[in-house]
């Protein structure tokens, strides 16, 4: 999937995303970047990106990274996106292509743990190490059969057991972005998006509104009657 993909589904004159006319200098270098975007589009998903080749090869992970090495998350392969989206927080128009509200919910640097990253992703099975503020150690992206259009495209992003691991929920303890502290709702409030869609995304206004839902109470039982006596 090239960066071509990204630019063909994409009308720059509407949507703020980057266009990306620039690029890095294709190199291994070692602070290669590390992103994770919360987007709130149809469907909430944690958008996972690593540079390589002078682009940002990326998955869309549904449910979002997890610390626990044995919960293995689905990862889906989306188009390449320019380096420059590694900064990208804000709000996509609707009805313009994953129309919602984007957050960086992480960043930092990433490192391969393999000698040959271009075998690694042909084979399927990439090992890295992260220094992200959120997410760290070792990791590994591996890829699944997949069926019908996915095939090919779905991989499984795993935490690998190191001294970050944990059973933690981090993306309920930590639901704020990286570079603003704000949540999603707030993004969507000051991008001019969909508030109310937005919230959804954000763990703390889930649990209020499972605080105020109302009980659900019995309907009263009907009084025993008794038997007439004798």
Do not use: C
């Not at 990306?20 to 469907?43: I, M, W």
């Not at 610390?67 to 689905?74: E, G, I, M, N």
């Not at 990862?75 to 994953?98: C, L, N, S, W």
């Amino acid at each position: 999937m090239t960066l071509e993909d990204y630019k063909k589904k994409r009308r720059f004159g509407i949507s703020p995303e980057p266009s990306g006319k620039t690029s890095r200098e294709k190199s291994q270098h070692p602070n290669l970047l590390y992103v994770v975007q919360k987007h709130r589009a149809t469907q909430l998903h944690y958008d996972f990106r690593l540079e390589w080749h002078g682009t940002l090869l990326s998955w869309a992970v549904p449910k979002g990274p997890s610390l626990d090495p044995s919960v293995k998350r689905l990862a889906m392969q989306v188009e390449d996106h320019p380096v420059e989206y590694a900064e990208f927080e804000g709000v996509i128009p609707a009805g313009e292509y994953g129309g919602g509200t984007v957050m960086v919910w992480d960043n930092g640097t990433w490192e391969p743990e393999v000698e040959d990253v271009d075998a690694a992703i042909q084979k399927g099975d990439l090992k890295f190490t992260l220094r992200g503020k959120k997410l760290k150690g070792s990791w590994v992206l591996v890829r699944t059969h997949g069926y019908g259009r996915s095939s090919g495209k779905s991989w499984l992003l795993i935490k690998h057991r190191d001294q970050y691991a944990s059973t933690g929920e981090i993306t309920i303890e930590e639901p704020r972005s990286i570079s603003s502290k704000r949540l999603l709702a707030d993004i969507a409030r000051d991008g001019g998006g969909d508030v109310e869609k937005a919230t959804t995304g954000d763990p703390a206004a889930k649990s209020a509104k499972k605080k105020l839902a109302p009980a659900v109470k019995s309907a009263p039982k009907s009084p025993k009657r008794r038997k007439p006596t004798t």
